[in-house]
């Protein structure tokens, strides 16, 4: 990517030298054939060639954000919108054989938009139980002149079974402002008063509205035309899985489900057939280092978006 950028733009970049250096860490189709090696790995490949030689039931937790049923041109690659039969037929062909990765008490969150929701529901349905479908609020973006804003995307949250899984609803409390404090006996009732203000830890709904879209002053942006929030990724991963679980996603993009995983000291594996993807994901993966942050999660807590100030300031 060679476009012009302000001083204070942070958005992620890599330079020729660093594709050549970065590419050397990449998984390919020949290193799995040779020795199956897959755990914290980005494999450089197609999904429909690298899947077959991954082990069934390894991943504790799957997430798949793939092409929605949109026209989006992936760095040369373009996915051409289709009807909704044909693209019920593309989820088809690769659902299943990622589903197959899942181990039996493991979780799997399916991102899409209104568009393609439907689909995503039936055929995810004929593979997995669906527990719940979340919205998020995707605040970017002017507007439509003859429609209404696109603001929301789905995630749909699946298990194989039902009786059985993993799910910490104690790491993914959210920490909101009290506008109208009750008290009794002259003492906050299910609330902390600090100098900064007063909080409450409240249980996550199936609608979040505190997620912020990486945009160019955020040091975990990169120029991928779908890229999700870590901290909608930190939300699923902690929920879902526990530490030095296995995490995987199939379409992985700029690395943001593997990135979020290592920052959150799970194993990761991800499969991105883009190789400049693939390398945006290993600087993002060696900055993780030394770099732990994710924005709006600071010292176990998720914090309401706009609430930087108080996130920094308050003692927890």
Known sequence: MNANRAPRNRTLTVTEDEIKTLSQRLATIQDLRNDSQYLDKTINADIMEALPLL??????????????????????????????????????????????????????????????????????????????????????????????????????????????????????????????????SGKPKDWEETSEGNFRMTYPSNFWDDISIPFWSMPENTDHPTQKPEKLIAKLILASSKEGDMVFDPFLGSGTTSVVAKKLKRHYCGIEINTEYCCWAEKRLELADTDTEIQGYTNGVFWERNTLNKQKNTAL
């Not at 082990?55 to 049923?69: C, E, K, M, T």
């Not at 689909?119 to 970017?140: D, F, Y």
Request: glycine share 4%; proline share 5%; net charge neutral.
């Open 55 to 184: 082990p069934d039931h390894f991943a504790d937790l799957v997430i798949i954000d793939p092409p929605y049923n949109l026209t989006k041109n992936f760095n040369g690659s373009v996915f051409a919108a289709r009807s909704d039969d044909e693209y019920i037929d593309y989820l088809r062909m690769w659902i299943l054989s990622v589903v197959e990765k899942l181990k039996p008490n493991g979780s799997l969150y399916l991102c899409g938009d209104w568009k393609c929701t439907a689909a995503l529901q039936i055929v995810l349905s004929e593979n997995l139980h669906i527990l719940n479908r979340i919205t998020w609020q995707r605040e970017k973006g002017r507007g439509a002149k003859h429609n209404w804003k696109n603001g929301m995307e789905d995630i749909w949250f699946a298990v194989n079974d039902p009786n059985n899984f993993y799910f910490n609803v104690e790491a993914v409390k959210i920490r909101r402002q009290v506008i109208a404090p009750y008290r009794e």
